[in-house]
């Protein structure tokens, strides 16, 4: 039986990899040849959330290898030691994120011909264009020519010469992939047959994001808006993104008036397990298109708070921007523009 191994670097991915191997899809007959290998970020709240997720992953068979990756000078040589003889042997590879320099160095030590995305961040769609216009997988932010092993990667995710490409998404309707790439959606069945349905409780509560970290938006505009909404909608709760700034949730705390929550899970579970309030208020994400599939039939009503692309800082690029736009252009039920 073929062997799996999983390429995972943030909570979603590892949520989304579950959902892959045990959901609807069922891309893992057998769990226990399924390995997923955790590349280790620096910051202490994504591998915290990482390995609480994990917890979850190994509750349901599958095996988990932590691997810190990044946090010592020595550690990708470690990690090639220790995942090569993996990388090897594995008969499909589960990436996580394509455009990740990690994934895309330890890439060419695996043989595998099959190949799954789980990625299910908006960035997806960027990748399918990139894919159908024969261009290598960069980030958005991406500045100068693509490196060789990005460009590497690329011809590796273009189904052809035995090569096989799915992409598990649940912006699956929205993806136009190369020929011979399969598509199939992810309508996260796991999560709510294990965590669902929450308790839904009157009020409101907000789900914030790392625009300002990424500086496309001023912390102190960003406290200065957020604080307005919060104040005008009456919002109880803001669950911070696991990239925000301490001191940034220390200011929404204090002039938002805010109950600043640190999800231990990646937020479509966190909300799974309630309690939710009956609306959630988000500043754009790519939670704008998985929390209605995980909320759905619960009555939770979601909007996006349009005006966040009027806040960005005036020397963001015009790439940059447009990515914003797409975001928010994903609106799961309706919008919420004050002006």
Not at 6 to 26: D, I, K, M
């Amino acid at each position: 039986m073929s062997r799996t191994l999983a390429l995972v670097e943030s909570p979603a991915q590892l949520l989304n990899l579950l959902e892959w191997a045990l959901g609807e899809r069922g891309g893992a007959p057998d769990p226990a040849l399924c390995e997923a290998a955790v590349l280790l970020p620096r910051d202490a709240v994504t591998r915290h959330q990482l390995r609480v997720t994990a917890e979850l992953a190994e509750a349901e068979g599958l095996a988990v290898g932590h691997y810190d990756i990044r946090r010592v000078p020595v550690g990708f040589a470690r990690a090639v030691t220790a995942l090569g003889p993996r990388l090897a042997t594995a008969d499909r590879l589960v990436l996580g994120d394509p455009f990740s320099g990690v994934i895309q160095r330890l890439l060419p030590l695996s043989p595998a011909r099959d190949l799954v995305l789980v990625d299910d961040g908006t960035a997806t769609l960027e990748l399918s264009r990139a894919l159908l216009a024969g261009r290598p997988p960069v980030r958005w932010h991406h500045r100068g020519r693509a490196s060789r092993a990005a460009a590497r990667t690329g011809r590796r995710l273009t189904p052809g010469d035995g090569r096989r490409l799915e992409v598990f998404s649940c912006l699956s309707e929205r993806l136009r992939l190369p020929p011979g790439a399969v598509v199939s959606g992810n309508s996260y069945t796991w999560a709510r047959d294990r965590f669902g349905p929450p308790e839904v409780r009157p009020g409101t509560d907000m789900i914030g994001s790392s625009l300002a970290e990424t500086g496309l938006i001023g912390t102190e505009r960003y406290v200065e808006e957020v604080t307005s909404i919060a104040h005008q909608r009456n919002v109880e709760r803001y669950y911070a993104h696991r990239r925000e700034d301490p001191d940034k949730l220390r200011l929404l705390a204090e002039y938002g008036e805010l109950e600043i929550v640190r999800p231990e899970l990646p937020l479509e579970l966190e909300l799974l397990r309630g309690p939710v309030a009956a609306e959630l208020v988000s500043m754009p994400s790519s939670v704008l298109r998985t929390l209605p599939l995980v909320l759905a039939g619960t009555g939770v009503e979601i909007t996006v708070c349009a005006e966040a692309t009027t806040w960005l800082r005036p020397r963001t690029s015009a790439r940059a921007a447009a990515f914003l736009d797409e975001v928010t252009a994903i609106r799961p039920t309706t919008s919420w523009d004050p002006r």
